[in-house]
């Protein structure tokens, strides 16, 4: 067997990522929602690829696909991301965590190396939240903390969670079952792209992630009144669209005031009844705010919905705000931190710290174990876009380095 060199290790990357990369919902884009039959046959993928990297492989009730190394010992060093994909992603986020652990534990399976501690690395299906509206629902489970109300929850086509858990072959009677018990855990490690521009600004193939932004999602939805394009006067109208479109840029103007310290993001708008000559009655939209400061994303909340009340009440417009998510800053645990910066180090690369402001679910993780992640320079900092590209040399770095860090982990 080849020597499992950062150059070998990069190339088997690559080759995994581009076959994982082509499995999608569709012909011309990437697409793998949670519990489709995509997720089903990139599940599958991930399987023969576990298998064949000598661990022994089961799935939970949510689907989380769990390759397992044994070792001495009760603890387990779980690592992980995940395989399912925003619309029209890229095919980095995500996979590369679950191949480069897969490529890891390799290492220490094919050298028949037993460790002080086992070792899982985890497939979950439920990071991005493309087809329900809550999210990181497998590997919340995995931490215990599945919240049983998100069965309820319909996708467009009006097949709930408990639905599409039956229709995938389980059952979600069986979702207890896929918690680590307590004490069982000893970390949750991720390897995944940087999804912004700094590792390239500053010239470093890795980092280390010292905290996972909090996010708040608000729907907004202004109520006007339908009508006709060509003979409502203007002062007459209560045009929803219209509202909305101030809202979004108040967003922005109130993003931008922050100076980096909040991101807005207005993703998602919603016309029901959207018709070119029509004046839009009811338009709902999703905001996106993220801070890695809780004060910070709070105070931007409370003074956003200031300006869309002032916006509806101008416009005389109805309007409802709902919060349909509010997550606090995680912390990455600093001994976690510690070996990732020496694991960079032993590779050849300057332990830089940073922030993400992409949401992982090292943020599910953290209810159960301490967590980390190790950062990936990724070109452009281009993400959630198909022009998402990692170097095969960073990648084969960033394995090489997870094997440093399993090595130097102390359960
Ligand atoms: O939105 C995020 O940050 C992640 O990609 N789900
Ligand atoms: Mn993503
Ligand atoms: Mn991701």
């Given at each position: 067997m080849a020597e499992l060199t950062p150059a070998v290790l990069g190339d088997r990357a690559e080759r995994m990522i581009n076959t994982l990369g082509s499995v999608s919902a569709e012909p011309y884009r990437l697409l793998?929602?949670?519990?489709?039959?995509?997720?089903?046959?990139?599940?599958?993928?991930?399987?023969?690829?576990?298998?064949?990297?000598?661990?022994?492989?089961?799935?939970?009730?949510?689907?989380?696909?769990?390759?397992?190394?044994?070792?001495?010992?009760?603890?387990?060093?779980?690592?992980?991301?995940?395989?399912?994909?925003?619309?029209?992603?890229?095919?980095?986020?995500?996979?590369?965590?679950?191949?480069?652990?897969?490529?890891?534990?390799?290492?220490?399976?094919?050298?028949?190396?037993?460790?002080?501690?086992?070792?899982?690395?985890?497939?979950?299906?439920?990071?991005?939240?493309?087809?329900?509206?809550?999210?990181?629902?497998?590997?919340s489970a995995c931490a215990g903390k599945f919240d049983f109300s998100t069965l309820e929850l319909v996708d467009a086509e009006g097949v709930s969670l408990a639905e599409a858990i039956t229709l995938y072959g389980k059952d979600p009677a069986d979702i207890p079952a896929a918690a680590y018990a307590a004490g069982t855990a000893a970390a949750y490690v991720e390897v995944h792209i940087e999804q912004g521009p700094v590792l390239e600004y500053r010239n470093q193939p890795l980092g280390v992630v010292n905290s996972i932004a909090g996010q708040t999602y608000l729907n907004v939805e202004f109520l006007g009144e339908a009508g006709h394009a060509g003979t409502v006067p203007m002062l007459l109208r209560r045009d929803a669209l219209a509202g909305a479109a101030e809202a979004i840029l108040a967003a922005e103007r109130s993003a931008r005031d922050t100076k980096g310290e909040v991101v807005a993001t207005v993703g998602h708008i919603n016309i029901p009844a959207a018709a070119s000559n029509v004046i839009a009655g009811n338009v709902a939209l999703t905001v996106d705010i993220r801070s890695g400061s809780d004060a910070a994303r709070l105070n931007f909340v409370e003074g956003f919905k200031t300006d869309v009340r002032a916006i509806a009440e101008r416009r005389h417009l109805g309007l409802s705000v709902t919060t349909t998510r509010n997550v606090a800053t995680t912390p990455c645990d600093?001994?976690?931190?510690?070996?990732?910066?020496?694991?960079?180090?032993?590779?050849?690369?300057?332990?830089?710290?940073?922030?993400?402001?992409?949401?992982?679910?090292?943020?599910?993780?953290?209810?159960?174990c301490p967590v980390g992640i190790l950062f990936v320079r990724c070109r452009g900092g281009i993400s959630h876009n198909p022009a998402e590209y990692a170097s095969p040399a960073d990648m084969g770095l960033a394995v090489a380095a997870l094997i440093k860090f399993i090595e130097g982990f102390k359960p």
């Open positions: 793998r929602t949670f519990l489709s039959p995509a997720h089903r046959e990139a599940a599958n993928l991930v399987t023969q690829w576990m298998q064949d990297a000598g661990l022994t492989v089961s799935e939970d009730a949510l689907g989380t696909v769990r390759g397992s190394l044994a070792g001495a010992g009760t603890r387990r060093l779980l690592i992980g991301s995940h395989i399912d994909t925003v619309v029209e992603a890229g095919m980095f986020d995500g996979p590369f965590g679950v191949i480069a652990g897969i490529l890891a534990l390799e290492h220490f399976a094919t050298a028949g190396r037993k460790l002080p501690f086992g070792i899982d690395v985890l497939a979950f299906g439920d990071e991005e939240g493309v087809r329900y509206s809550a999210t990181l629902a497998s590997s600093p001994a976690i931190q510690d070996g990732f910066a020496a694991a960079i180090k032993a590779v050849g690369g300057e332990p830089l710290k940073l922030a993400s402001g992409a949401g992982h679910d090292g943020t599910a993780m953290a209810k159960l």
